[in-house]
């Protein structure tokens, strides 16, 4: 083979390799848009009114992630199943936010940690690597640690809304949370900072929880009771 021959073969090789990441990015960016509707439609759970819509508004959440599903469904379909890595960077931002919101769906409707492979079922992909398109369990545990920051904030909103036994029963499950993640060794980087986020969430929940104990506001609800 001559130079030139070689250098046309790299060509080739370099432009199919550009049209599967402009095909892949295509998808992507619908994706994106759907994430960020079913985010603005969740947003008004923050809202004074919100917290008497939250099953309306997680059931039109649900129904949302079915449009994720079909999707997803296409995004498998640009590029080959064994070269997932290779591809990640462009859907890894996107992923992660799709686990965020799976998972505060779930928390919303059973005040429960969604699990990775119920985060998988949501989004219409697979927990196994050797299966195909699947949810890495960095992207997972960030998606989870995003969650986290959401409820420290819904702690706060909570109390603006006149819900003082809400912050309380978030309190307890962000601090199972904290306790689960100290668990790991996090060698990933850029999980690691978005852990170190936790710690601020914890405090500031913590925070609210004490303000409202100091003024009698809040008690531990009985066991079995109403959420």
Not at 7 to 14: E, R, V
Not at 189 to 211: A, M, S, T
Request: a negative charge.
């Amino acid at each position: 083979m001559s130079v030139t021959e070689m250098f046309s073969y790299i060509q080739g090789f370099l432009s199919a390799d550009h049209d599967v990441r402009e095909d892949i990015r295509k998808v992507v960016q619908v994706l994106e848009q759907t994430a960020r509707e079913i985010l603005t439609l969740l947003q008004s759970v923050h809202q004074p009114s919100g917290f008497k819509e939250i099953p309306s508004k997680c059931a039109k959440a649900r129904e949302l992630f079915c449009t994720v599903q079909t999707q997803m469904a296409d995004l498998k379909t640009k590029f080959p199943v064994e070269q997932y890595y290779r591809f990640h960077e462009h859907w890894r931002f996107v992923l992660q936010r799709l686990a965020f919101l799976a998972a505060f769906v779930v928390y919303l409707e059973s005040e429960t940690l969604v699990t990775r492979e119920e985060v998988a079922q949501i989004l219409g992909i697979e927990v196994v690597r050797e299966k195909g398109f699947h949810l890495d369990i960095e992207d997972y545990l960030a998606g989870v640690l995003i969650m986290a920051s959401e409820l420290s904030r819904l702690a706060v909103n909570s109390v603006t809304a006149g819900d003082y036994n809400r912050p309380l029963r978030i309190s307890n499950f962000i601090n199972e949370l904290d306790s689960g993640f100290r668990l790991l060794n996090l060698k990933n980087d850029p999980l690691r900072k978005r852990y170190d986020g936790l710690k601020y969430d914890v405090k500031k929940i913590e925070e609210v929880v004490y303000d409202l104990s100091i003024r009698g506001l809040a008690k531990e609800p009985e066991a079995g009771g109403d959420k």
